[in-house]
């Protein structure tokens, strides 16, 4: 989920990663390849042999039959290609059951032993079934945000944009999410973050919200989606108004420059501070006026955990005193905020996002729909974030008196939007890391960011 406010620390940003081979389309993710040549039906046949030793002219050549390509994620039935929009499995698409692999980093200095090390690989082999968890969560993260990349267009609702991202990766999950516990085993991972120009984070339409994508806007995407509780957190930056244009590439390069500092062993306050300088020593001009990007100083990355999108672990985005280090086998989401404003956030508009907290009290509820809700939260969502459009879609209606009650009982947290002063732009870019034992992937990596 897009970012985690604490107030007085200073988070981090990242920096620019290496341009991925990572795919954007699953379609695209395995190759087609030719059958090898050496068939029977390849082969000449040989000509009877005629006086003298030449071959009969009675006897000709068989033609070469072309052959065949097969189709990406060959080997089961079902299309092989995604649609548009995205409605296949992914699973129909990888038939074999392996999903592509990010963008592999191996460690650096102390830490370069690690990608030979026999032990360490031992350790990466164990957890190959988490690891391909991950794989289907970013390739489906890849596809859904490919196809919303191409037809997000200005004049669009950002209920429907919203509408859009979730019913995909809902449709190539396989999880629909209506039958109770099914979203807890997969699909959307959480609320879709729809972020428009001063507003930084956690802003997703409520029903009946009319708000319109203008052209002039800088939009925020931020969506997750999640196998088993493994949560892949991945947004980007979209403005059709090239004037932004730094604005996006200074936060970028935060988020790539993070990404490369990260590691295991490796302090947060040294990520933050290479975030801030890569970040900072870029300028935009805007209307005849120019900018100074600035790190939004109170929003940072975090550590992810199963069923659980903030862990407990913060990664700054200023340079600070956290001398908290990665670990091995930790995920985290290294997202970046860059702002034109004052680079400093607080809570306004309406909530939409909301999680129940995962050591939430056991405390007594005398409103009786907080008692029901929480019934309906905790069978369909656990401990994973919700909006207030998904508690609709399970046909729930009159629960705000009960919602609130249940934030007020510190059994559920609300979410509020994020802004900083209007007027101001604000950007982001996000991926999500797994620190395996022998080499750093950068699992969210795609050919676009």
Not at 75 to 96: E, H, M, T, W, Y
Not at 122 to 129: G, P, Q, S, T, V
Not at 340 to 350: A, C, F, N, Q
Request: hydrophobic share 30%; with cysteine; proline share 4%.
């Amino acid at each position: 989920m897009a970012a985690k406010v604490n107030e007085g620390l200073q988070k981090f940003a990242l920096d620019n990663p290496k341009k991925s081979n990572g795919i954007s389309n699953g379609a695209a993710s395995n190759g087609a390849e030719a059958e090898p040549d050496g068939s029977d039906d390849d082969k000449d046949d040989e000509g009877a042999v005629g006086e003298g030793g030449a071959p009969s002219a009675a006897k000709k050549k068989k033609k070469r039959k072309p052959k065949k390509k097969k189709a990406a994620g060959s080997g089961g039935g079902g299309s092989k290609i995604q649609s548009d929009p995205p409605r296949v499995l992914l699973s129909n698409l990888f038939a074999n059951g392996e999903y592509p692999q990010g963008e592999i980093v191996d460690y650096r200095n102390e830490n370069s032993y690690r990608t030979t090390n026999g032990e360490k690989r031992h350790l990466d082999r164990m957890k190959i079934d988490w690891l391909n968890d991950y794989r289907q969560a970013a390739e489906t993260h890849r596809q859904v945000r490919h196809w919303a990349q191409k037809n997000i267009k200005p004049g669009q609702t950002l209920t429907e944009i919203a509408e859009g991202i979730e019913d995909s990766v809902r449709a190539l999950t396989g999880h629909n999410g209506l039958e109770e516990g099914d979203n807890i085993k997969g699909g959307v991972g959480f609320p879709t973050g729809l972020n428009l120009n001063h507003i930084a984070a956690h802003y997703s339409p409520n029903a009946g919200n009319k708000t319109v994508l203008q052209y002039e806007d800088v939009m925020k995407v931020d969506f997750g989606v999640h196998i088993n509780g493994w949560i892949v957190d991945s947004a980007w930056t979209l403005a059709f108004d090239p004037v932004y244009d730094n604005l996006l590439n200074a936060v970028k390069d935060g988020t790539n420059t993070g990404i490369k500092e990260a590691g295991i062993d490796v302090r947060m306050s040294d990520i933050g501070a290479a975030i801030q300088e890569a970040m900072e020593s870029y300028e935009v001009e805007i209307g005849g006026q120019t900018y100074p990007v600035k790190c939004i100083r109170n929003l940072n990355g975090h550590d992810i955990i199963q069923n659980s999108i903030h862990g407990g672990k913060s990664v700054p985005i200023v340079k600070g005193g956290d001398q908290t280090k990665m670990e091995e086998g930790e995920v985290f989401a290294i997202e970046t905020f860059g702002s034109t404003g004052k680079g400093y956030v607080r809570d306004d508009l309406e909530t939409s996002h909301y999680a129940k907290k995962p050591d939430a009290p056991n405390v007594p509820l005398r409103v009786s729909s907080a008692r029901s809700l929480l019934n309906v939260i905790t069978k369909n969502f656990g401990t994973l974030p919700f909006c207030r459009r998904y508690l609709d879609r399970l046909g729930q209606d009159k629960y705000l008196l009960g919602l609130n009650n249940l934030v007020s009982s510190g059994i559920v947290e609300a979410y509020p939007p994020l802004v900083d002063i209007k007027g101001s732009y604000t950007a982001q870019f996000e991926h999500t890391i797994l620190l395996r034992p022998t080499v750093k992937e950068v699992i969210s990596r795609g050919d676009d960011y």
